[in-house]
């Protein structure tokens, strides 16, 4: 059943580990997210609540140290999992946003034909080869959809590991980058370079502290 459609609620909070008490029920009309702020899965679905304009909460897992009772939300502990106010759990980020997109009505990511949607899912495989085919701006044409909220976190995180300029020969690609950072959705989730580098100096440390680096 299609769900009314809410104005978002973004939260991060804390990650919680170990010893945690794990969060009550989800509110009526609301989605909650299990996610970590750094992880690129998770920013697929948390980009793809964002475009819709959903309203949700976050719970933030640390995934150095697993509270035990998030076991019962995925068999293997790992993000991102949606689970609305019916007990309901889905994992695995294509899979939430393209529940997302089906459940909630207002703006639609993925196309309605059943040609344009499947032309997408194989565009994941192919996608620089095929916007320079394409000749478009986008991924799946000339407006954002949801290939390119699936492909972005990855390339936001390019300039943080030092490797941006591996697109310089790929004119179509660079394009794209710089439309996507037009975008108010991408913007709206960007992620500070410093608290990310932050992030990953003490995650291969492991260090558990990790994943609530930059937060007061």
Known sequence: MRRRLEIQCEDETRSLGKGSCPPGPVPEGLIRIYSMRFCPYSHRTRLVLKAKGIRHEVVNINLRNKPEWYYTKHPFGQIPVLENSQCQ?????????????DAYPGRRLFPYDPYERARQKMLLELFCKILDYQNTTYFGGDCISMIDYLLWPWFERLDV????????????????????KQDPTVCALLIDKNIFQGFLNLYFQNNPQAFDFGLP
């Not at 759990?89 to 899979?95: G, N, Q, T």
């Not at 590991?161 to 996507?180: E, F, K």
């Open 89 to 101: 759990l889905i994992y695995e980020s294509v899979i939430t946003c393209e529940y997302l997109d």
């Open 161 to 180: 590991y030092g490797i941006a300029d591996c697109v310089n020969h790929t004119p179509a690609l660079r394009l794209w980058i710089a439309a996507m």
